[in-house]
């Protein structure tokens, strides 16, 4: 099994900017990639940026440009530095990382929620 735990939500103004880490602990060893997703109020869960197993990142479209994804030197941290903060960023944001067993489940942690104010 593995755990991930987020930090670094808060409340920010619209133009701030927030970094979110997640750390991933148990069994490391079956994490493919990580990534983050959010949750706007009311709506589905979407990508928001994540790596793939060949170490590329893919970023949704509404935060390209305005936010970052990196890996910590350790391989089980990730993290999300999020500029520029409109609005419509508000959700609670999920770690996610991927077994490299096909068919498995993904893990995800339990959230930490972003909140910027306009």
């Known amino acids: 099994q593995v755990q991930l735990v987020e930090s670094g939500g808060g409340l920010v103004q619209a133009g701030g900017s927030l970094r979110l880490s997640c750390a991933a602990s148990g069994n490391i060893f079956s994490i493919n990639a990580m990534g983050w997703y959010r949750q706007p109020p009311g709506k589905v869960r979407e990508l928001v940026a994540r790596f793939t197993s060949g170490g590329s990142t893919i970023y949704a479209a509404s935060v390209k440009g305005r936010f970052t994804i990196s890996r910590g030197n350790a391989k089980n941290t990730v993290s999300l530095q999020m500029n520029s903060l409109k609005p419509e960023d508000t959700a609670v944001y999920y770690c996610?990382?991927?077994?490299?067993?096909?068919?498995?489940?993904?893990?995800w942690g339990k959230g930490t929620l972003v909140t910027v104010s306009s």
């Open positions: 996610n990382a991927d077994s490299r067993v096909p068919g498995n489940p993904d893990y």
